[in-house]
């Protein structure tokens, strides 16, 4: 072996590895996860920029756009709210089963979407706990929007919340205190004090909360019933038009999504390279 | 800092605090996290006993349901064991390593928590199709991959990948070199560094990784739906199973099959306590 012209030091690896490791690394991400998109995109423009216009401009494809517009437009801001009360109670507060809260709070992750949708299914379907008053009284909840919007509160609901018990924990409490002992109100030191130093932290988890609340697939379709130019959502309308091989269609109401997770990613870097002391320690990396 | 040392023994609770609004806040947060979380599940854990022990059983070890859960386990485990080995080569390289393009690979490797998962069900389901990008050539070779149990683990792939990467790359970038020099000062080579030093300092966090990616795949439908061709018996998965039961109004079989992916949950939730706990213990 020749006398290496460089130095390198003993912690860090050969550049065989290196190059290896690259080459692995990069072609598993290219092929797992670069192609699929790809694919999408590809698949929507098939037949020309027009078709795939014209698929979005279906009336029913429309209505699903409106519709997931609207879930969202409910399920996050709640979910939002729910994540800064628990955060304030958690992170501010010392009492007796704090880290059980946590845990719970964190629980719809760990449950199959399937499952997140069907147990409202167990509560307000024809032969729920509550079907047969919901009927009588004729309400509807599950195949209705009611249901779809629970659904989606459900499998988003600790994207906020797990953001904000961190960075506030980290925080503590000096801030708050001191304004609250100079006579300031609750309310005030919570907009004045709190929220310009969770503000970066609570965008974040409000931009994965929504990008799982147009996107959510598996528990919405348990409680949606498809009907069509009704209950279907984006993700759901792709797979009626898919399943009835409108495969261009599909795709380009799929390439919308796509879309939208590009957005995402790019503010969510964003976010994780300027702000990245602001929200939580979790994400820097 | 427990409670019970800064306050007089009794019922308190919590400990006082200058900051109002503790009674309203933790008010809200039981009541949302009742109304939305607990409640539900405890009626999904409820409905599968109107059927006896017996009738629970009966539904649990129907061939189909057992096949189905058998996919989802096993599918999910291979997907973990191989997004465990990958995951760790993406994230040492991401974390050790300067290459142009870095910042936007790291970004990219969240793309399965930001595309919903129906998407990348079609895509998946189009680029290993028998005419796809990657199904013709590997059908070419006689590889069976969309409607066969093998599309059902390239899914679970997509989606576990970023759980392993995320869980690794803070460990890796906190785990300082000082070992690492250590061994070496001490002649050992480079390969026996990176198999006795830094590997076993990774485990804890390996393993969680894994289990995370595990938990997520065991449960997952939308992205497995598309490519796996549903055939009974050979490549239907255990949260599908739920959805034909619902159709067929079967809601306390539907509940059956739910508990026991709950409970299984449950199990990776209280696996992974255990292997924190053990990690902070080590250090």
Known sequence: MSVPLTYRSPTSDSPLMRLGLTAAGIGFIALFLFLPLVTVFTNALADGFSVALGALKDPDAQSSIALTLIVAAIAVPANAVFGIAAAWSVAKFDFRGKSVLATLIDLPFSVSPVVSGLVYVLIFGMQGWLGPWLRDHDIKIVFALPGIVLATMFVTFPFVARELIPLMADQGRDEEEAAVSLGASGFGTFLRVTLPNIKWGLLYGVLLCNARAMGEFGAVSVVSGHIRGLTNTMPLHVEVLYNDYQYTAAFAVASLLALLALVTLTLKSFLEWRYADEIAATHRH | ?283
Do not use: C
Not at chain 2, 27 to 41: E, Q
Not at chain 2, 46 to 54: A, F, K, M, T, Y
Not at chain 2, 129 to 156: D, E, F, Q, S
Not at chain 2, 220 to 233: D, H, Q, R, T
């Open chain 2, 1 to 283: 800092m427990s409670i019970a040392e800064s306050t007089p023994a009794g019922f308190a609770w919590r400990r006082p605090s200058a900051l109002p609004g503790f009674g309203l806040t933790l008010g809200f947060t039981l009541f949302y996290l009742s109304a939305i979380v607990l409640i539900p599940l405890a009626a999904l854990v409820i409905r599968p006993w109107s059927l006896g022990v017996d009738g629970f059983w009966g539904v649990i070890t129907q061939p189909r349901v057992l096949h189905a859960l058998e996919l989802s386990f096993f599918g999910s485990a291979i997907a973990a064991a191989i997004n465990t080995v990958f995951g760790l080569i993406v994230a040492w390289m991401l974390v050790r390593y300067e290459f142009p393009g870095k910042r936007l690979i790291d970004a990219f490797v969240d793309l399965p928590f930001a595309l919903p998962t129906a998407v990348a069900g079609i895509a998946l389901s189009a680029l290993y199709a028998p005419n796809g990008w990657l199904g013709a050539p590997l059908a070419a070779l006689g590889i069976k991959v969309a409607y066969t149990p093998l599309g059902v683990v390239m899914a679970l792939i997509f989606i576990g990948l970023p759980f392993v990467v995320r869980t690794l790359q803070p460990v890796i970038a906190d785990a300082g070199r000082e070992a690492e020099e250590a061994g070496a000062t001490l002649g050992a080579t480079r390969l026996q560094i990176l198999r006795r030093i830094v590997i076993p300092a990774l485990a804890p966090a390996l393993i969680t990784g894994t289990a995370l990616a595990f938990a997520r795949a065991v449960g997952e439908y939308g992205s497995v739906i598309f490519i796996a061709g549903n055939l009974p018996m050979k490549s239907e998965i255990a949260p599908l199973l739920i959805i034909i039961k619902l159709e067929q109004f079967d809601y306390a079989g539907a509940a059956s099959i739910g508990v026991v992916m709950l409970a299984l949950s449950f199990v990776m939730l209280l696996t992974l306590n255990a292997v924190q706990s053990w990690a902070a213990a080590r250090r």
